[in-house]
């Protein structure tokens, strides 16, 4: 079955530390992948997509991710984190070809210490 | 509004009430969906609208819950019977459609107590 792991629950980092957060994935066709951050409060924002081509894409308020297909990965990342950082963060795979559904994972909670 | 509306955005209700949330999704969006956040839970998918074609329903917990979409655009769904285990965040989110890639386009959630 489609599925998307989430391996951390909860991640403290130090402001201006870097942050990695993982994401793996199991899917039998080329999957679409997202990352979307819940701020306390609000709704979900698009952080980044993966669709095709670079395995490497950009998002916004700094952050990146990798698709690495060999090891069913999609983590996120970034140089140096920001208190306003803190939050929920969510991968997340579509799936296609009649399901047309986003499956997400079960979240990693951000804090960040001063 | 230019985002996805949610209504309301708390609802604190007794055991054995009917709720119903309502969704406003981006004018021009023919997919709607409808997810569910438990606290510290994932968001769990309930039930999906694409155009006028039958809903996919396949995440629904139970029968005491359903949902509509009137006119391809604003969804209602309902709760009957409320349980405790139904609080939890509501979530609509709407998107271009079928050719879609998967970007979703999120409401804030409408919060349910069930006392």
């Known amino acids: 079955a489609q599925s998307v792991t989430q391996p951390d629950i909860h991640i403290t980092v130090s402001e201006g530390a870097s942050l990695e957060l993982r994401c793996n994935y199991s899917?039998?066709?080329?999957?679409?992948l997202f990352w979307y951050v819940q701020s306390p409060g609000q709704g979900l924002q698009l952080l980044l997509k993966?669709?095709?081509?670079?395995?490497l894409v950009q998002g916004i308020k700094g952050f990146e991710a990798e698709f690495k297909r060999s090891q069913s990965s999609f983590n996120l990342r970034k140089p140096s984190v920001h208190w306003s950082d803190a939050a929920e963060y969510f991968c997340?795979?579509?799936?296609?070809?009649?399901?047309?559904?986003?499956?997400f994972g079960a979240g990693t909670r951000l804090a960040v210490h001063p | 509004g230019a985002g996805v509306s949610q209504s309301p955005s708390n609802k604190v209700t007794e055991k054995g009430k009917d709720v119903e949330l309502r969704c406003d999704p981006i004018?021009?969006?023919?997919?709607l969906y409808w997810y569910r956040q438990s606290l510290g839970q994932g968001l769990e998918f309930l039930i999906y609208?694409?155009?006028?074609?039958?809903?996919?329903k396949s995440g629904l917990p139970s029968d005491r819950f359903s949902a509509e979409r009137t006119g391809g655009s604003v969804s209602t769904l309902t709760i009957q019977r409320t349980q405790q285990e139904d609080s939890a965040v509501y979530l609509c989110?709407?998107?271009?459609?079928?050719?879609?890639?998967?970007?979703?386009?999120f409401g804030e959630g409408s919060r349910l107590t069930v006392l």
């Open positions: 989110a709407s998107s271009v459609g079928l050719t879609n890639t998967g970007e979703l386009f």
């Open positions: 899917y039998g066709a080329t999957p679409y």
């Open positions: 993966y669709f095709s081509g670079d395995t």
């Open positions: 997340a795979v579509f799936l296609s070809g009649g399901y047309n559904k986003l499956i």
């Open positions: 004018s021009g969006h023919t997919a």
């Open positions: 609208f694409q155009g006028n074609s039958a809903p996919d």
